[in-house]
Structure formats: C-alpha cells, structure tokens
C-alpha cells in the first residue's frame, strides 16, 4: 500500500496549488480519504476529508477556500485538494491519510500515510 502526494511548491500569498495523492498496491475507491497538514514545531492537523460518497468535511477555518474532491478511475484513486487564496500560515506539509474512520465531522486517521509535500506560501 503506497499513497504519493505531489503538487507542492513555494508560491505568493492569495495565490492558489492543487495537491495530488496517488494510491497503489489496494483499491481505495471504498475509502475514506483526508488530507493532514503539520508545520514545524506543530501538530498533524486535520485539513479536509471526502467519504467514498463524496461527502467532504472541512476543517471550520479553511470552509470556502480549500476543496477536497476523489477521483476512483479503474480502481486507481486519487485524491486533490484545490487550495485558494492561500496565506503564510498556510504553510505546512501536506499529509494524505486513507481509510480512517469517521463519524459526523470527526476523523479518525489509519496507519496509511503519504510522505508529505510541502507547501509554502512566501512573499
């Protein structure tokens, strides 16, 4: 089981990246999918996740500028997560997570991981 996240870099305040988490060696397309983001010196946040339904949940101060949208091609899934209007805080590595468990808002993430991309955002 590998998930690769791609799509990070460095880029200007209000500008905007799209994150990719590629799967392989499962099939995904029934699983729960969240993206995470730690800064340095923090701890591994929830961002967003999306049920294999398309339900999304947000974490409440990134509502209206972050989507999370899932692509089940083939039994290859793949997740994104569109980041706009992006600030400095925003600055993080950006962690895909795969078939936790949830219940209402809450996450609860697995053992899958990602190795992270980072994103920074930088005037």
């Known amino acids: 089981v590998q998930l690769v996240e791609s799509g990070g870099g460095l880029v200007l305040p209000g500008e905007s990246l799209r994150l990719s988490c590629s799967t392989s060696?499962?099939?995904?397309?029934?699983?729960?999918m969240a993206w995470y983001r730690q800064a340095p010196g923090e701890r591994r946040d929830l961002v967003a996740f999306?049920?294999?339904?398309?339900?999304?949940?947000?974490a409440d101060a990134l509502k209206g500028r972050f989507t999370i949208s899932r692509d089940d091609t083939d039994t290859k899934t793949t997740v994104y997560l569109q980041m706009n209007s992006l600030k400095p805080e925003d600055t993080a590595t950006y962690y895909c997570?795969?078939?936790?468990?949830?219940?209402?808002?809450?996450?609860?993430?697995?053992?899958?991981w990602g190795q992270g991309t980072q994103v920074t955002v930088s005037s």
């Open positions: 999306i049920t294999s339904l398309g339900t999304t949940n947000y």
């Open positions: 060696g499962a099939d995904f397309s029934g699983a729960v």
């Open positions: 997570n795969a078939r936790g468990g949830y219940q209402g808002s809450c996450y609860y993430p697995s053992a899958y």
